[in-house]
């Protein structure tokens, strides 16, 4: 695309994922109220769980994500880093996970601009060598996304060079077709639980990633 277009196709897109989004939210209304029942009689705590993150021009805000680990969980800290991430992890919150439901409350971040529906995955505010590399492809540049091109080709286990290569990707394919066949590989994906580390340690996923 030139950059007349790209600008065209970026207010369409911003438009219909707010529409999208807003749709959506209110058709899922009873999927939140039920989760909602189910992580509150899980665990204490509150039912979202907010976190600094990357957003357009690495300007921060918070991500929304319905609470799947215990409060005395460390901050600002991926799963898969944390020594023993199964003792984190509540019985509801695996379960979220697995289906990824946890992610569901993004859809206000996309509601409000914080982010759309495809586009790169925002960046945890500490994680400085994914923001570094992002630099490079311009990927810092547009509005982040509940799910990505990198999400669909490794998810958690990609290297961080490689996860920022493609997002630039995405940066130069992004269009509406593109975008399309992106959300639909994210069901693919979901259902398959294909590149999900969550609840393993950063030494297995080395592992993993050396004997392929």
């Not at 929304?64 to 992890?89: A, G, S, V």
């Not at 509801?92 to 990824?100: A, D, E, I």
């Not at 958690?156 to 290569?165: F, R």
Request: proline content about 5%; charged content about 30%; overall charge positive.
């Amino acid at each position: 695309m030139d950059d007349g277009k790209v600008g065209i196709y970026r207010y369409f897109k911003r438009v219909i994922g707010f529409v999208i989004s807003l749709i959506g939210f209110i058709v899922l209304i009873p999927v939140f109220l039920i989760l909602i029942v189910c992580i509150k009689l899980d665990s204490k705590g509150p039912i979202l769980f907010k976190q600094r993150r990357i957003g357009l021009h690495k300007k921060e805000f918070n991500i929304l994500k319905f609470r799947t680990m215990k409060i005395d969980t460390p901050k600002d800290t991926p799963t898969h880093l944390l020594e023993n991430p199964d003792m984190y992890i509540t019985k509801v919150g695996k379960f979220l996970r697995k289906t990824s439901l946890d992610e569901l409350p993004q859809i206000i971040n996309i509601i409000k601009g914080d982010m759309c529906i495809v586009g790169p995955r925002p960046a945890l505010w500490n994680q400085y060598d994914l923001i570094e590399e992002r630099d490079k492809y311009g990927a810092n540049d547009i509005v982040p996304g509940l799910t990505g091109w990198a999400q669909i080709n490794g998810r958690d286990e990609l290297p961080i060079d490689v996860k920022a290569k493609l997002d630039g990707e995405y940066v130069k394919r992004c269009s509406f077709g593109f975008d399309v066949k992106c959300f639909f590989l994210t069901f693919v994906k979901v259902l398959k639980r294909d590149g999900v580390v969550e609840g393993k340690t950063k030494e297995q996923i080395v592992a993993k990633q050396t004997n392929e």
